[in-house]
């Protein structure tokens, strides 16, 4: 729904852009860029990556830790409970329950965490990837800048992502996340 009304308000513009430029005789620059590919192969998306590999690497290998005590408790639940004595295969069945609900709920906290952290630092580097479009844009004296994801069909002659892509692995970029 929102798509077809962006389509429609950016059809409306380029009819509008078109009938002007063919008025007054010039040429019309309109180039199109995929913002999800700038977004990945940029290396700033490295940079964000690493750093949030350092931040919550810690906590995951907690919890495969975790996980990997559960398991083994489990397995001597299921191998020795048959030979155990009731207040001791009481005592180990409450251990992996308690066990299997503080995992639960720290993998749920981990994730949260994890996406809301993820969110805010591609939210970040969208901006960026954005910022350093629409410099190219301006500079390169384009009339009309669209991202792919609300054009039905552009040719590869009006793609400039390569171009903009250039410009995010320059040292002036910025890539130090």
Do not use: C
């Not at 191998?79 to 066990?99: C, F, T, W």
């Amino acid at each position: 729904m929102i798509v077809s009304k962006v389509w429609l308000v950016t059809a409306v513009a380029l009819a509008g852009i078109a009938s002007s430029a063919v008025n007054a005789q010039t040429t019309l620059k309109v180039g199109v860029i995929s913002v999800g590919r700038l977004v990945e192969q940029s290396p700033q998306y490295a940079s964000v990556m690493k750093k949030l590999e350092d931040e919550f690497g810690p906590r995951q290998r907690e919890i495969t830790a975790a996980q990997t005590k559960l398991r083994t408790q489990t397995e001597q639940f299921q191998r020795d409970s048959p030979v155990m004595a009731e207040a001791e295969r009481l005592n180990l069945e409450r251990q992996i329950r308690d066990g299997q609900r503080d995992l639960e709920r720290t993998q749920n906290v981990y994730l949260e965490d994890l996406n809301l952290r993820r969110n805010e630092e591609f939210e970040k580097l969208q901006r960026e990837v954005l910022l350093k479009a629409n410099e190219y844009a301006r500079a390169q004296k384009f009339d009309l800048l669209l991202a792919n994801q609300t054009v039905i069909f552009a040719s590869t002659a009006v793609d400039v992502t390569e171009a903009v892509l250039a410009t995010l692995k320059t040292p002036a970029a910025g890539g130090g996340q």
